[in-house]
């Protein structure tokens, strides 16, 4: 609808997770150099954690678009508690048949790894939304780490997950699995000088320009969006379409106490 009239070249604030528009804060440029560095380093296991629409994803997807041939990845992009066992997901993940046996799976999905690991590559699985795994899924995941041995990583496995999954790691039944976790990252709301940085960020990624956002307006977005960028782009979207309707021109903040505009509209176009 407003693409054209603030010479966008793609939508700046689309709800899907796009790795050209993640924003390098401090904290996802670090989460991204220590998942890097896990990977490099063999690690077996790392844990991702953020609130809901906080990037986790999309910092995923950047990951995946960096790492070396010789890893062969398997995602499992909907963790939920009807799991009953990893193996067939994981099997489907890395786009193999699953049987209706659970020893054959397994059994399938070692020789698989250790084929792999023959052909000079190692397998990394990750699992979002891997708060919804179940204790004892999470306990298959770490026996079947097992097929690595103190020189050969064969496996590597991700969580990413919602902060309940840093409580479910806590308990005393995952106290094995969680001795195992190399990189633990949690990912914060943005700070103002982020959101700012982080608007800017996906309007000139989009070809458009800063100045459509005053700081104002970014300053009540981050108010009300808790400085988490799922939400970001949700307020940035409609006040870009409520600017649209009312004649196209910039956005400012009304006052320091302003609704989001699905709201009221407070967020309102530059009138000439």
Not at 215 to 241: F, K, Y
Request: with cysteine; net charge negative; hydrophobic share 40%.
């Amino acid at each position: 609808m407003y693409l054209n009239h603030y010479k966008f070249t793609t939508s700046p604030f689309a709800m899907t997770p796009d790795p050209a528009f993640l924003y390098a804060s401090q904290q996802h440029a670090a989460a991204l150099t220590m998942l890097e560095y896990a990977i490099e380093s063999q690690a077996w296991f790392c844990l991702l954690t953020g609130e809901i629409g906080s990037g986790k994803t999309t910092l995923i997807r950047r990951l995946l678009r960096t790492l070396d041939k010789n890893v062969t990845v398997g995602l499992i992009s909907n963790s939920h508690r009807r799991f009953k066992s990893v193996h067939p997901w994981a099997l489907s993940a890395l786009g193999l048949r699953p049987s209706e046996s659970e020893i054959a799976d397994y059994d399938a999905l070692t020789e698989f790894l250790i084929g792999e690991y023959a052909k000079g590559r190692r397998t990394l699985l990750i699992f979002d939304e891997a708060q919804n795994l179940p204790i004892q899924t999470l306990e298959e995941l770490r026996l079947l780490s097992n097929v690595n041995s103190e020189g050969d990583v064969v496996l590597q496995t991700i969580l990413v997950g919602q902060p309940e999954l840093r409580l479910k790691m806590g308990r005393p039944e995952l106290k094995q699995f969680a001795q195992r976790v190399a990189v633990d990252f949690h990912l914060n709301a943005l700070s103002l000088a982020e959101c700012i940085a982080y608007v800017h960020h996906r309007l000139t990624t989009a070809g458009g320009s800063e100045a459509v956002f005053s700081p104002e307006a970014i300053e009540c977005i981050h108010t009300h969006s808790g400085g988490v960028p799922r939400l970001i782009n949700q307020l940035c979207d409609l006040s870009l379409v409520y600017a649209f309707a009312d004649g196209g021109g910039a956005i400012f903040g009304s006052s320091e106490d302003m609704v989001p505009p699905a709201v009221s509209g407070e967020l309102l176009p530059e009138r000439a």
